[in-house]
């Protein structure tokens, strides 16, 4: 049975930094994209990085760049994402996704492309 367990979320002040893990069982880590996307309240899920399973390239989302690094430990089979100057508009849940690089579509920003999704770890920045 696959699993994502995102953890690392939490309260921080506006300039902070916060890093998510999202370890994976259950499945070839490695032959796997692995991506993070956020939901604010009301709001509808959005894109926020990638990575590829080697680890070499990474994409992000505009709000983004600059401020998250994506990074894998395909040993550890665990996916992270460093978060730092976070403000309160990045405020949500993050979820952690996999998507088989069978037939994927880099830099794989869209939901339907991931076969598996974590349960989310809440991140609230205050001003």
């Known amino acids: 049975q696959v699993q994502l367990v995102e953890s690392g979320g939490g309260l921080v002040q506006a300039g902070g930094s916060l890093r998510l893990s999202c370890a994976a069982s259950g499945l070839a880590f490695n032959s796997y994209i692995m991506g993070w996307f956020r939901q604010a309240q009301g709001k509808e899920r959005e894109f926020v990085a990638s990575?590829?399973?080697?680890?070499?390239?990474?994409y992000y989302a505009n709000s983004v760049k600059g401020r998250f690094t994506v990074s894998r430990d395909n040993t550890k089979n665990t996916v992270y994402l460093q978060m730092n100057s976070l403000n309160p508009e990045d405020t949500a849940v993050y979820y952690c996704?996999?998507?088989?690089?069978?037939?994927?579509?880099?830099?794989?920003?869209?939901?339907?492309?991931?076969?598996?999704w974590g349960q989310g770890t809440r991140v609230t920045v205050s001003s």
């Open positions: 990575i590829t399973w080697s680890g070499r390239t990474q």
């Open positions: 996704a996999a998507d088989s690089v069978y037939g994927s579509n880099w830099p794989s920003t869209l939901q339907d492309e991931y076969d598996y």
